[in-house]
C-alpha cells in the first residue's frame, strides 16, 4: 500500500514565527493532496488542498508546496499563533480512491 | 449544522459485545468514507461508499466489522464480538462527488473503548 511519512513528528515554535511541516509520499502516481488539522479529541479539519499539476497554493496564513521531483509536500503557516498548535496531517489521494495519511506532526505554539 | 454527524460520541463496551456506529455525511455528498484512528497515528482507511454501493473495503476490515449505507445517506459500522484491539477513534468523512481532486470532510469520530 501507500506509504505517507513525516520527517517530524514534533515541532516547536515561538508565537509570531513561521512553521513549516514536511511530509514524503511514495506513490508517484497521487494526484491530490490534503493537509488536515486535528486538535484533542476532534476529527481532522481541512486546512488546503494542491493537485499535482501544481507546486504551490495559498491560502490564509498558509502555504503548500509540492514537489513531485523528490515526493515531498510541506504546510507553511505564517505568523504561528497558539490556536495552530495541533496536530497537522498530510493526505494523499490516487484517482480518487480512498485517502491515505501519513503519522501526524505535532505543533506546539509557545506564547 | 451542516457538517458531517457521528453517534454516539463515546462508547464503553465490555470486551464480546456488539456495537454500532452512525454517520451521517453533509447533504448530497455521495461518497461516504469510514476511518479508525488510534492514539499517535493517523487515520487509516477501512472502507467507503458510493452512493449505496460500497466499493473498496481495506483488509484491515475484518469478518468481525461490517458497514451498511442502505439508501445512500447515512451509514453504520458495526463491530461484533469487540476486542480490546478495537478501541479507537473510528471517522467518518464525506465528499461531494467520485474523481481525483474532491474534498473529503471529517466527522468529529466516534471513541470506542473496549474493557
Request: glycine residues 8%; contains cysteine.
Amino acid at each position: 500500500g501507500e506509504s505517507v511519512g513525516l520527517h517530524l513528528p514534533t515541532l516547536s515554535v515561538q508565537e509570531g514565527d513561521n512553521s513549516i511541516i514536511n511530509c514524503a509520499y511514495s506513490n508517484s502516481a497521487s494526484d491530490y493532496f490534503i493537509w488536515y488539522k486535528q486538535e484533542s479529541g476532534k476529527g481532522p479539519q481541512f486546512i488546503i488542498d494542491i493537485r499535482s499539476n501544481m507546486d504551490k497554493r495559498q491560502g490564509q496564513r498558509v502555504t503548500v508546496l509540492l514537489n513531485k521531483t523528490v515526493k515531498h509536500l510541506s504546510l507553511q503557516i505564517a505568523a504561528t499563533q497558539p490556536g495552530d498548535s495541533a496536530v497537522y496531517f498530510c493526505a494523499e489521494n490516487t484517482a480518487g480512491n480512498q485517502f491515505y495519511f501519513g503519522t501526524g506532526t505535532s505543533l506546539t505554539v509557545i506564547p | 449544522d451542516t457538517g458531517v454527524s457521528q453517534n454516539p460520541r463515546h462508547k464503553i463496551t465490555k470486551r464480546g459485545q456488539n456495537v454500532t456506529f452512525r454517520c451521517d455525511p453533509i447533504s448530497e455528498h455521495n461518497r461516504l468514507y469510514w476511518y479508525r484512528q488510534t492514539l499517535g497515528q493517523g487515520p487509516e482507511f477501512l472502507t467507503y461508499f458510493q452512493n449505496e454501493a460500497q466499493l473498496e473495503k481495506s483488509r484491515l476490515l475484518s469478518d468481525r466489522f461490517s458497514a451498511e449505507r442502505p439508501k445512500g445517506s447515512f451509514s453504520t459500522l458495526e463491530i461484533q464480538r469487540t476486542e480490546q484491539g478495537d478501541s479507537a477513534m473510528y471517522l467518518c468523512a464525506s465528499s461531494p462527488t467520485r474523481g481525483s481532486g474532491n474534498t473529503i470532510y471529517f466527522g468529529e469520530g466516534s471513541w470506542l473503548t473496549v474493557v
